[in-house]
T-cell receptor, first 112, second 114 residues
Framework: EDKVVQSPLSLVVHEGDTVTLNCSYEVTNFRSLLWYKQEKKAPTFLFMLTSSGIEKKSGRLSSILDKKELFSILNITATQTGDSAVYLCAVSIIQGAQKLVFGQGTRLTINP | KAGVTQTPRYLIKTRGQQVTLSCSPISGHRSVSWYQQTPGQGLQFLFEYFSETQRNKGNFPGRFSGRQFSNSRSEMNVSTLELGDSALYLC?????????????FGPGTRLTVT
């Protein structure tokens, strides 16, 4: 069965800290890995990763994929209270359809 | 470009009733996927439509069904509602059916079954 596991499930840090969120996966037909940010509404797309070792960066957020070890990390530097959210990792699998398998999410809380 | 839209945003139904949810994808997107989000199970894939054809279905009972129209708009139907169907139902659209593409989510429909 296809599985995506995120860790930690919950994280509380102070504003200005750097955080690393982890995502490991076991799927049969990997196509890509996606990161989303979810506040009190729909998930917002952050990154899509398809190749190992190539860092994707957007402002203070960055992510990288290791297809050999089957994991990805999402880094957030100089955290702000607005970064508080649930961060979801999802893997797109090849099944002739656009299907995402999601992890449980990491709830990140940034305290001022 | 307008984002993914879903209607209605909130819905309260009684056990045994049926419900229809609607999703309009981003203009030009032809793939629409549906997900159920609950606190216990997280986000789970329901089904995906591309060019009016269902291409994949998740592990949900037959009470959950859907369809897609020629303009790519999609509807999801749940019949004989159960309390456990209370959830946030999200749809996501993607540009094409091939290759690796990001999916963009709509705001969701919050369904409460009493």
């Amino acid at each position: 069965e296809d599985k995506v596991v995120q860790s930690p499930l919950s994280l509380v840090v102070h504003e200005g800290d750097t955080v690393t969120l982890n995502c490991s996966y076991e799927v049969t037909n990997f196509r890509s890995l996606l990161w989303y940010k979810q506040e009190k509404k729909a998930p917002t797309f952050l990154f899509m990763l398809t190749s190992s070792g190539i860092e994707k960066k957007s402002g203070r957020l960055s992510s990288i994929l290791d297809k050999k070890e089957l994991f990805s990390i999402l880094n957030i530097t100089a955290t702000q209270t607005g970064d508080s959210a649930v961060y979801l990792c999802a893997v797109s699998i090849i099944q002739g359809a656009q299907k995402l398998v999601f992890g449980q999410g990491t709830r990140l809380t940034i305290n001022p | 470009k307008a984002g993914v839209t879903q209607t209605p945003r909130y819905l309260i139904k009684t056990r045994g009733q049926q419900v229809t949810l609607s999703c309009s994808p981003i203009s030009g997107h032809r793939s629409v996927s549906w997900y159920q989000q609950t606190p216990g199970q997280g986000l789970q894939f329901l089904f995906e439509y591309f060019s009016e054809t269902q291409r994949n279905k998740g592990n949900f009972p037959g009470r959950f069904s859907g369809r897609q129209f020629s303009n790519s708009r999609s509807e999801m139907n749940v019949s004989t509602l159960e309390l456990g169907d209370s959830a946030l139902y999200l749809c996501a659209s993607s540009p094409t059916g091939q290759g690796a593409h990001e999916q963009y989510f709509g705001p969701g429909t919050r369904l409460t079954v009493t």
